[in-house]
């Protein structure tokens, strides 16, 4: 037997959270964009007088907000994987549950080989980000590191 289906939430309470949500991630992403942008502001003042120094303040610029949106993208892929499996193991897709997307909004879950198909199709993507995330995330230490140790020119 299958495992119970969360009760279906009331649209307008889930359109305003959405929209909430929403909002403060564009908040925070316009607050995120201002600071980072006084920062490169700093470092191109910087750069007229001490070339290595500036260089060093962007690397680390570079790998802390670089590295942290990578990571969450790794996370998120993560994320997609485990929901994956959870819905092969229940045999429903989306699976029910806090990380679930969706699952509460559409009509009728998938059940049977559709669910089965969707939920190696979403392991396989979630795969794809968590991968392809790791894999920016060294090229991006790389380049990084490239730029510390470059001295040419100086």
Known sequence: MAAPLPPVVAPKASVRARLAVLAGAVALGLALQQLVGGRLAEIAALSERDLLAARAELATLMRVVGGGALLLTAATGAV???AGRRSLALGVFPPPGLLAWGARAGPVP???DAARRGARV???LGAAVLLLSLVALGLLWHLTSVLLACRAGV
């Open 110 to 112: 998938l059940r049977g």
């Open 122 to 124: 979403g392991i396989a």
């Open 80 to 82: 997609i994987v485990a």
